[in-house]
């Protein structure tokens, strides 16, 4: 079973003393859930690689150190449920006598690390490191092609889980494109002096504004090209309406076209899945929309040089008939997919942290619109959109990004346990002044409230002598009591310390 915080601790202030003359003291990690005979076969292994130890007196020590952990292994049947930490070695100080002890603890909170070394001394910053955990942060950092979900104990960050979203590149080789001799209408106000009103694809200019259709106003206007490139394609397809009528598109291309068993709905539609009788539209020269039938649509498999455009409004005339702008098209696909990736995102945060007791907060890190965008589009639910304490800006969305985010967030988190300790503080001092009955400091008086088992909370200053402090604590862990530990940082800490350091909030009157 595991044992308690203060035992561990105790063991771990003697195990610090220790100091091997050579690298023959022993420190064994076993994570939760991990095969303990595995370990026992590994180290039954190590046996006999220590036969190659050159030194008579470390071979010896390290051999019967190994030979002790593998006995006390093949008591276990499975790892315990929070693992092992196994120290084992000679401690003795005079050179050439033994004193081969053993330490096997089973910590208080579920083991993460699988570890073997023999060193001088032995590997404790783990137990450490475990048992300043008090609270843990949640750790987020994300882009639109990638999130990393991690957690923050103590000082130890621990990936949970890594997401990708499948957002595809932006990339213009085998985009949907017309050919270069198609037709666009310009803006008469923007022609040159003798110009027609229409010009090829290939004549177009970035900056030019061609015929468009603002589909939410329902009228027709002029945009402007934003972007050009040229394309050659092996295959297309020649959509014909009529003698006059005949548009060449890649596959992939976007046209609209109205529904009639819909009230007329406007539908996009790629190139490849339009057939014979739909309805693409058009405009007349009052500048109103108007229906073309498709007569029959051909294809064709040789190469063509085609034009992919970027507008403004996001579609545009050509030949007469509205198609689809490709980047704008993309973008929309991309917006959609990144929504979708937000909404997978905060349900593994969902599944992870919303039940979490000891989640004191969360850090999201990432390019600057993409963390602002998750955290204000309400993807998160209430109960975590709330515990988040910082948004940071941080390069990558990978392991690295989750160190980069706590190193860039230590003010916050300093301030989250500045901020806590204030409020325990400001708590004590107010049961004090108004319900003295319910709270105490004091050695003496804390005291004979343990011995009652009155003590829900025990407050101690960092600053209470070690011996004392330990004392205290396996007095509360005795009866169930929590143990917060403040620091002289604010104003309170000191105050709180002028009163002998040592306090508590009752659970009943003595």
């Known amino acids: 079973m595991p044992i308690t915080k203060t035992e561990i601790e105790e063991i771990l202030e003697l195990l610090d003393k220790y100091k091997g003359r050579h690298t023959e003291l022993i420190s064994v990690y076993i994570p939760a859930d991990y095969d303990v005979n595995s370990v026992q076969r590994q180290l039954e292994a190590e046996k006999s690689t220590a036969k190659n130890i050159k030194s008579t007196s470390t071979r010896k020590n390290v ?83 990638e999130a990393t979900i991690g957690l923050l104990e103590g000082k130890r960050i621990e990936v949970l889980q890594k997401m990708t979203s499948g957002i595809p590149s932006k990339v213009r080789a085998g985009g949907q494109c017309l050919s270069i001799e198609m037709n ?105 929309t108007i229906t073309l039938e498709i007569d029959e649509i051909k294809k064709h498999n040789k190469s063509i040089k085609m034009i992919d455009i970027e507008t403004e409004e996001g579609n545009f005339f050509a030949e007469g008939v509205l198609v689809h702008n490709s980047s704008q098209r993309f973008h929309r696909v991309t917006e959609g997919l990144t929504k979708e990736f937000y909404k997978r995102i905060a349900e593994e945060m969902k599944k992870i942290f919303f039940e979490m007791p000891k989640l004191k907060g969360i850090l999201i890190g990432g390019p600057i619109p993409t963390k602002d965008e998750f955290v204000e589009g309400d993807y998160l639910t209430t109960k975590l959109r709330e515990k988040v304490i910082g948004r940071i800006d941080v390069g990558d969305s990978n392991e690295s990004g989750l160190n980069e985010l706590v190193v860039k967030s230590r003010d916050i988190l300093s301030q989250q346990e500045i901020t806590k300790e204030k409020k325990l503080l400001e708590k004590f001092f107010e049961t004090l002044g108004s319900n003295p009955d319910m709270a105490t400091y004091g050695e003496k008086e804390t005291r004979k409230a343990m011995e009652y088992g009155a003590v829900e909370k025990l407050i101690l200053s960092e600053n209470v002598d070690k011996k004392i402090s330990k004392e205290f604590k396996t007095m509360a862990e005795n009866i169930s009591a929590s143990v917060e530990i403040v620091s002289t940082d604010t104003s309170e800490g000191e105050q709180f310390l002028n009163l002998s350091g040592i306090g508590a909030m009752l659970r009943f009157r003595i």
């Open 63 to 145: 051999s019967e150190a190994l030979e002790k952990i593998v006995r006390h292994l093949k008591d276990f049947k499975r790892t315990p449920a929070n693992g092992l930490a196994i120290f084992c070695g000679n401690i003795s100080h005079v050179e050439g006598q033994s004193d081969l002890q053993l330490w096997s603890i089973e910590p208080i909170m579920p083991l993460k690390m699988r570890l073997y070394r023999c060193d001088k001394e032995f590997v404790l910053q783990p137990l450490k490191d475990m048992l300043e955990v008090t609270e843990v942060f949640g750790l987020l950092v994300m882009d639109r092609k």
């Open 184 to 288: 666009v209408y310009l803006n008469k106000k923007d022609l040159e002096k003798g110009s027609l009103g229409n010009k090829y694809l290939s004549e177009i200019k970035i900056g030019d504004k061609i015929e468009a259709f603002d589909i939410k106003n329902d009228k027709i206007v002029f945009t402007k090209v934003e972007n050009k490139w040229d394309v050659v394609k092996d295959k297309y397809l020649e959509i014909v309406i009529s003698d006059c009528w005949n548009i060449l598109a890649s596959e992939d291309h976007t046209f609209f076209k109205y529904v009639r068993d819909k009230e007329w709905e406007i539908n996009e539609v790629l190139a490849k899945d339009l057939k014979k009788g739909d309805m693409l539209i058009s405009s007349n020269s009052k500048n109103e």
